[in-house]
C-alpha cells in the first residue's frame, strides 16, 4: 500500500551554508502531465482504500442523515428587508434569500449558487447588501478556490447586473456608500505574466460606481508593493469618514483616513504600526477604536473626529482578563464580544462606555457576532456550542432583550455526552486549556478512541462549536479534545505571539502536551489516539507526527503546510511571512528548519496511519505540500505500520468543496479512516 514506486529524483540547494537535497521537488508542478499521472493513482489507491473500510458505508449513512436537514444562517437587516442564507433538507448548498417588510414578508430567493454551473463548482465567497437592501454585491468562486470575480445584483428583481462585473475580486471585501450608488474594495490585477508569490503586493483600493465600465473604476489607494501585506478598505455608515487599513500579517497594523466631506483629497495618517490587528468605527464625528496596541487582551478608545492625534485617545473600554474579540456600534451603541477562556459573552454598552449590559446566552459556547446597524435599533446573532446546534438570537438593543428568531434541529441526542473544560502544563509549564467531549458513561481506562485536534496560529480561536457529522464518530464510542493552543487569540495578542515566528514550537509542545496528558489521565492511549489539523492546523500535526510519532496511531492532514523552507514561492505563501517568518533569512531560517515537517521524515521510522486531504484547486495553501510530504512518507515507511494515503477532492478549494455530498464522502471517509485505526464502531452506539 505505501510503495506507489514514486521516484526519487535529488535537487540539493545550500542554504546559509548547509546543503538540504529534496528528492521529490518534480512534484511542485501540478500542470505536468506526469504529476497529473501519479496524484490519479494516489487518490485511486486511497479511495479505493477507504471506500473498503468496514465502518464507511454505516458513516456514511448516518453522516447524510446528520447533513441533509433544513438550515439557515444569521440574517442581517438592510433598509426594510432581512437577508439571510437557508438550505433545504436534501439541497447541496445554501441560497441566499430576503424577506421585505422588516421580515414580514414572504420569503424571495434572490441567488441559488447551485444552479450557477452544472457540476456545482461555483461557489459564493461574499455577500454585501446596500444600506437600503437594494442592490448586493457579491463574488463567485469556480472550483471552490480563492481566486473570485464580483457581481452586483438587483435585490428587487433579482436579476444580476449585467455590466457590473470585476475580475481580481479576492480580496474584494465590498464597503458601500450611504445611498448604495457604489462602493469601495480591494482590487487585484488578473492576467498571464503575473508572478503568483508577488501578486498580493499589487492589490490597490478602487471604487466602482454602480453601471460605470469597470475598467475605469478609480485607484482611491496604491498598491503596497509588498506581499506580506493586505490592504483593505471601510466607509464609515454615514458615509463621511473612508478608511484604509494596511495589515502587516496578523500582527501590526496602519490605519490612513479620509473625510470625503473635505476638499482636501489626500490621506491622512492615523496611526502606524498598532500591534495586533485594529478596527476603528466612526459614528457622529467621534472614532471608536478596538486594538491590542498596549493592551493584548485588547481595549476601547474613544476620540473626536476633529482632533484624533494619538494623544487624545480616551479609554471608554479599559483591558480586562478577558479578550475583546469584536466591538460594533448598533442601535446607538456599543455592542461587544468578549472571550474568556476560549468561550464568548456579549455586552452592550453607552457610547461612553459606561452602564455594561450582558445579553442572556443559553449557556457556555461561542457566537457568531452581532449584526446590525449604527442606526438601527435591533441585531441579530448566533449561539451555538459542542451539544447545542446553532440558534439565531433577534435583539432589542435598547432594552437588551433576545428572542429566538430561528434554529437548526439536528437528529442528534446530546444528553449522553459531557463537556470538560481541562487545564494542563505544556513542555514550559504554560497552562494549556483543553475542551473534552465524551461520553457521560466512557471509561477512564485508556481505551477510548480519541480525535485530538488543534490550529494554534494566525491569532484564531478554537472555541466551542456543534459539529453534525462529529456525532457519528461519539456515537461510534470516540471521545473529543480540543486545546486551545499558543499562537490564536483566545488570550490575546501575547497568547498569539508566544506561538508566532520564532516561538513556532511552543505550538508544537502544547499540542504534544495534550496529547500526553489525555495518556496520563487515561482518557485514551496512544494505540487509541488519533490528530486531525487542516492549513496551519496541518502544519500543527504535520509537525507532531514527525516530531512525536509514538504519541499517536493515526493523523489526519488536511490542505497543510509542511515545506517551511520553500512556502513562500507558492500560493499566498508571502503574505504568512510575519506569522512564520521568511526561509531567506537566517535568523528565521534556523527556526523553519528546526521543525519544517517535510525535512524531518526520516527513513525507518515507524509512523501513524496518515491520510492527507488535499484539493486539486487550493490555490491558498499549495498542494505541493502534501504531494510531498505523502511522497516522503511512503518511502520512509515503505511495508511498514500504516497506509500513507492521499486523498484528492475535485473543485475544491482551501476550504474543501461547498456540495454536501463532497462533505458527507469526505467526513465518511476520514471517520471510517479512524475507526479502522483506533478501534471504534459505528455499532458500539448505544440508544
Not at 438550515?71 to 433538507?89: L, N, W
Not at 526561509?583 to 521543525?595: E, V
Amino acid at each position: 500500500m505505501n510503495d506507489p514506486r514514486t521516484p526519487r529524483e535529488p535537487v540539493s540547494e545550500v542554504h546559509f551554508g548547509e546543503t538540504l537535497t529534496d528528492p521529490y521537488r518534480w512534484l511542485e508542478d501540478a500542470k505536468s502531465p506526469r504529476v497529473q499521472a501519479w496524484m490519479k493513482l494516489e487518490d485511486t489507491l486511497a479511495r479505493s482504500y477507504l471506500h473498503a473500510l468496514p465502518a464507511r458505508a454505516a458513516l456514511e449513512k448516518r453522516i447524510g442523515d446528520l447533513l441533509y436537514i433544513p438550515a439557515i444562517g444569521v440574517p442581517e437587516k438592510d433598509g426594510d428587508r432581512i437577508f439571510y442564507s437557508r438550505k433545504e433538507a436534501q439541497a447541496e448548498k445554501y441560497i441566499e434569500v430576503c424577506r421585505d417588510n422588516g421580515g414580514a414578508g414572504p420569503e424571495r430567493v434572490l441567488l441559488d449558487p447551485a444552479k450557477l454551473s452544472a457540476d456545482g463548482s461555483t461557489s459564493l465567497g461574499v455577500w454585501v447588501p446596500d444600506y437600503q437592501g437594494r442592490h448586493v454585491a457579491y463574488t463567485l468562486r469556480s472550483n471552490n478556490s480563492d481566486e473570485a470575480v464580483l457581481h452586483v445584483l438587483d435585490a428587487n428583481t433579482g436579476q444580476p447586473s449585467a455590466g457590473d462585473i470585476i475580475a481580481g475580486a479576492k480580496y474584494a471585501s465590498p464597503s458601500w456608500t450611504p445611498s448604495g450608488d457604489g462602493f469601495y474594495y480591494t482590487w487585484l490585477p488578473t492576467g498571464p505574466g503575473l508572478d503568483p508569490a508577488t501578486r498580493p503586493g499589487l492589490a490597490e483600493i478602487r471604487f466602482h460606481r454602480l453601471g460605470d465600465d469597470p475598467a475605469h473604476d478609480a485607484r482611491i489607494h496604491p498598491a503596497t508593493g509588498d506581499a506580506k501585506t493586505f490592504i483593505s478598505a471601510s466607509l464609515a455608515e454615514e458615509g463621511r469618514w473612508l478608511f484604509v487599513y494596511i495589515n502587516h500579517g496578523w500582527t501590526a497594523t496602519d490605519v490612513y483616513y479620509r473625510d470625503l466631506q473635505s476638499a482636501d483629497p489626500a490621506w491622512k495618517t492615523f496611526a502606524l504600526g498598532l500591534q495586533g490587528e485594529t478596527q476603528v468605527t466612526a459614528w457622529r464625528d467621534q472614532f471608536y477604536i478596538q486594538t491590542a496596541d498596549g493592551a493584548p487582551r485588547g481595549v476601547i478608545y474613544r476620540v473626536s473626529a476633529a482632533a484624533p492625534d494619538r494623544k487624545n485617545w480616551a479609554v471608554i473600554v479599559p483591558q480586562s482578563d478577558a479578550v475583546i474579540k469584536a466591538s460594533q456600534i448598533i442601535g446607538g451603541r456599543l455592542a461587544l464580544t468578549y472571550t474568556r477562556d476560549a468561550s464568548n459573552y456579549l455586552e452592550l454598552r453607552d457610547l461612553d462606555g459606561t452602564h455594561p449590559q450582558p445579553v442572556s446566552l443559553p449557556g457556555i459556547g461561542s457566537t457568531g457576532g452581532f449584526s446590525g446597524r449604527a442606526a438601527d435599533d435591533e441585531a441579530f446573532y448566533a449561539f451555538t456550542s459542542f451539544t447545542v446546534p446553532l440558534q439565531i438570537f433577534r435583539l432589542s438593543v435598547p432594552t437588551g432583550v433576545s428572542t429566538l428568531w430561528d434554529e437548526v434541529h439536528v437528529p442528534v441526542d446530546p444528553t449522553p455526552y459531557e463537556v470538560t473544560q481541562v487545564f494542563y502544563p505544556s513542555k514550559d509549564g504554560t497552562r494549556i486549556p483543553m475542551f473534552i467531549v465524551r461520553r457521560k458513561d466512557a471509561p477512564r481506562d485508556g481505551t477510548t478512541p480519541t480525535l485530538l485536534t488543534g490550529y494554534g496560529g494566525f491569532s484564531v480561536n478554537m472555541e466551542p462549536a456543534f459539529s453534525a457529522s462529529l456525532y457519528a464518530w461519539l456515537e461510534a464510542g470516540g471521545a473529543y479534545a480540543e486545546p486551545n493552543l499558543r499562537g490564536g487569540g483566545e488570550y490575546g495578542e501575547e497568547w498569539h505571539r508566544a506561538g508566532m515566528l520564532h516561538n513556532k514550537q511552543n505550538v508544537f509542545d502544547d499540542f504534544e502536551a495534550a496529547a500526553e496528558y489525555l495518556i496520563s489521565e487515561k482518557y485514551t492511549s496512544a494505540q487509541h489516539l488519533g490528530i486531525l489539523g487542516g492549513s496551519n492546523g496541518g502544519l500543527l500535526v504535520g509537525a507532531a507526527l514527525t516530531q512525536r510519532p509514538d504519541l499517536f496511531k493515526a493523523v489526519i492532514c488536511a490542505v497543510p503546510l509542511l515545506d517551511m523552507i520553500h512556502y513562500t514561492e507558492f500560493g499566498s505563501g508571502r503574505t504568512w511571512i510575519e506569522e512564520y517568518g521568511d526561509p531567506a533569512n537566517p535568523d528565521d531560517y534556523k527556526y523553519l528548519r528546526a521543525y519544517s515537517p517535510y525535512h524531518h521524515v526520516v527513513p525507518g521510522t515507524h509512523y501513524p496511519a496518515v491520510l492527507m486531504l488535499s484539493a486539486d484547486s487550493d490555490d491558498r495553501v499549495d498542494p505541493m505540500h502534501a504531494r510531498k510530504m505523502v511522497a516522503a512518507l511512503q518511502y520512509a515507511q515503505s511495508q511498514q505500520g500504516g497506509p500513507i494515503l492521499l486523498r484528492i477532492e475535485a473543485h475544491a478549494g482551501h476550504g474543501g468543496a461547498d456540495l454536501i455530498r463532497s462533505t458527507v464522502e469526505q467526513k465518511a471517509d476520514f471517520y471510517a479512516f479512524l475507526c479502522d485505526e483506533l478501534g471504534a464502531s459505528p455499532a458500539a452506539a448505544k440508544p
